[in-house]
């Protein structure tokens, strides 16, 4: 079966989590601190507090900017479900909009009529790695003091008109789960250019107290801490954090196969009756996934055969107003709802070899046929 991700690791990742076992420090410590001052080089600029996943990281920002009860945070349907939950978990009520047909992306036209009073927050996603258009979003923002809180999931390594993606705006959250773009085993992190808001995150990230255990433990009266606000168990370990300094170095490497993947991707079905594609800028895109819609009604049938023959494939995202837990007969985003019904992922990584990239074209190509 050729999967529809897998994460890379070798002997490298390795001989770090055992350098950290045989410290004796597993949970947050030094490590994690180390990670965090590499992907701040790596941005250019920012705060980062590493977390234990990015649905902590979308929690935690939320919580720490102080969304809660009665407010509302504008977000598109079509994501994991993990950006509701976490909005939720504040008290807030997610507000769902429609997107872009080209790019999955937030449709910010629709995201200006959701707007109310108690709209607080708008959390954009960056669908398959491709930036949401960011200048327009925090402009609105900055007229109606409304927080932009960026779900990059799927764009660590991506890049804006110049600028990586967490290296400017509001807040930027990311995930480093084992199919990202690069992996700790399980972890997020939260992005911010406050120093008092990343105190707050990181007193949050570790149930409120004001020291971490680390820096206690090399200071005086190492026993003693105070709990300064409410917060949660959601710190990195150094476990997870010695796997991800491992894979921050591949970073590139990782990009630029995934990128030659989705050209040969694109070169194949362009124009092919049945296909539509997503815009790629892939000078600037580090792709998380690849997404093309089937526009002849037979997505599930194409999930199926390709099954047959040994080719993993996927629907992101069943949208989350459609949901049980989410549903609401009074919304409608006809967007979303048509395109949903077409989007099929298809087989995207780094150790991913062009016979296999051809197999699954051929294979896509015989189906239409």
């Not at 997107?99 to 709209?119: A, G, P, Q, R």
Request: charged share 25%; glycine share 8%.
């Amino acid at each position: 079966m050729i999967p529809i991700s897998r994460p890379y690791t070798d002997q490298e990742e390795l001989q770090e989590i055992e350098k950290v076992l045989k410290s004796g420090w597993l949970g947050l410590g030094s490590v994690v601190q180390e990670f965090e001052k590499e992907i701040e080089k790596y941005l250019g600029s920012g705060y980062v507090i590493a977390v234990n996943t990015g649905t902590s990281a979308l929690h935690i920002a939320l919580d720490a900017a102080g969304i809660g009860k009665g407010d509302e945070v504008i977000v598109p349907s079509l994501t994991f479900c993990a950006g509701i939950e976490a909005i939720l978990a504040t008290g807030a009520t997610p507000v769902f909009c429609d997107i872009e047909v080209d790019t999955l992306n937030i449709d910010i036209d629709d995201v200006e009529t959701k707007i109310t009073s108690k709209t607080k927050a708008i959390m954009p996603v960056h669908y398959c790695g491709n930036p949401c258009e960011m200048d327009r979003l925090l402009k609105l923002g900055r007229q109606k003091n409304i927080l932009i809180v960026e779900d990059a999931a799927h764009a660590f390594g991506s890049i804006y008109k110049g600028k990586k993606i967490g290296s400017f705006g509001d807040i930027t959250c990311f995930s480093f789960d084992p199919i990202k773009n690069i992996t700790c085993g399980e972890g997020g992190a939260v992005v911010v250019h406050n120093d008092d808001l990343a105190d707050v995150i990181r007193k949050k990230r570790n149930l409120g107290i004001d020291r971490e255990a680390w820096s206690r433990y090399h200071g005086k009266k190492p026993w003693y801490y105070e709990v300064t606000v409410m917060g949660y168990r959601y710190h990195m370990s150094n476990i997870n954090a010695a796997i991800g300094l491992v894979q921050l170095k591949r970073l590139e490497q990782f990009i630029k196969r995934k990128r030659e993947i989705v050209k040969r991707y694109n070169e194949a079905f362009s124009g092919i009756k049945g296909i539509a594609l997503l815009k790629w800028n892939l000078n600037e895109i580090a792709p998380f996934s690849y997404m093309m819609r089937i526009t002849n009604g037979k997505r599930d049938e194409l999930i199926d055969y390709l099954g047959e023959h040994g080719i993993g494939s996927g629907v992101h995202y069943i949208p989350n107003h459609l949901q049980p837990l989410f549903k609401s007969d009074a919304q409608s985003l006809p967007i979303t709802e048509y395109v949903w019904k077409e989007i099929i992922t298809l087989p995207l990584f780094f150790e991913m070899k062009d016979e296999e990239a051809d197999f699954v074209i051929d294979t896509i190509l015989n189906f239409l046929k």
